[in-house]
């Protein structure tokens, strides 16, 4: 069986893949995260997965890479991760009342099949409206500074919405896992 490489430095990433209970080490991919001029945010999601499996399987021909990447977007505004309190208070403030699409792409390459497969999962989160100590508690509580929309739903965040429209909750986290687990077996792992 071939190594099973995540190209990823991202912890939430590396817990959802830990959940299938497959041996996988994991590695920075290296990879330049600027966006492109007019690319839309699903595209950039799926550039960026492939950019980053790619990057890896250039360094481990024999192993089965897994990149991953998601973008965020509120209207036209892409939703980034905040760095501090002040920016995730804003960004939530905007997000208040509102839906955020959640692009979630996944690739999956090498290994003795030579597999090629890539994915993008859109999930659709509607933020109640939300008041500024509502806002202010849950940045305190729960500090999402390296999450795109300024929440983390596996946590505290999940209160902060109406509804999430999804086909794979783990998108949400970051890492598709219904999908990335039916690429795994096409690469000859055995789930479960």
Aim: charged share 25%.
């Amino acid at each position: 069986m071939a190594a099973l490489i995540l190209a990823s430095t991202s912890v939430y990433r590396r817990e959802l893949l830990g959940r299938l209970g497959l041996a996988f080490e994991t590695l920075a991919p290296g990879v330049d995260e600027a966006p492109i001029d007019h690319e839309s945010a699903a595209d950039r999601a799926l550039r960026l997965a492939l950019e980053k499996a790619r990057a890896v399987a250039r360094r481990h021909p024999q192993a089965v890479v897994v990149g991953a990447d998601q973008v965020a977007a509120c209207g036209e505004l892409l939703l980034e991760k905040p760095g501090d309190s002040l920016r995730a208070r804003e960004q939530l403030q905007r997000l208040s009342g509102r839906a955020a699409l959640f692009y979630t792409a996944c690739a999956v390459l090498g290994g003795s099949r030579n597999v090629q497969l890539a994915h993008v999962d859109t999930t659709t989160v509607l933020f109640r409206e939300l008041s500024t100590a509502e806002i202010e508690r849950y940045v305190d509580r729960d500090r999402p500074l390296d999450c795109a929309g300024s929440f983390r739903a596996e946590s505290l965040g999940i209160s902060l919405f109406d509804c999430i429209e999804s086909r794979d909750p783990t998108a949400l986290i970051g890492l598709p896992l219904v999908w990335l687990s039916s690429a795994l077996r096409a690469a000859g792992f055995q789930l479960p």
